[in-house]
């Protein structure tokens, strides 16, 4: 059981911007989203986007930086991942 964050590299309102994912649950993921105080509104559908400046702290409460791909590939690979297309 890992949440993993990739660098953030988004640009959105302001902010740059990445994602925290866990690699074996989705409760595993709100429970640690909770535990950091990321609002509920920053979860879509298989992840939380999470703004640059939040990351010392995810970091220190255990989430593991990993490069964009690795964390796409094991989200995949936990049978989390939620397509683009399935997205509604």
């Known amino acids: 059981m890992t949440l993993l964050v990739d660098p953030p590299l988004w640009p959105r309102h302001g902010r ?3 994602h ?3 690699d074996s649950s989705l409760a595993e993921l709100h ?5 950091a105080g990321l609002p509920e509104r920053g979860f879509d559908h ?3 986007d999470v703004p640059a400046e939040r990351y010392d702290e995810l970091l220190a409460l255990g989430a593991e930086l990993v490069g964009t791909r690795e964390l796409v590939r094991r989200l ?4 989390l991942r939620v397509r683009a297309r399935d997205r509604g």
């Open 16 to 18: 740059v911007w990445g």
């Open 20 to 22: 925290l994912v866990s």
């Open 31 to 35: 429970s640690f989203a909770a535990r």
């Open 46 to 48: 298989d992840h939380y």
């Open 76 to 79: 995949r690979a936990s049978g």
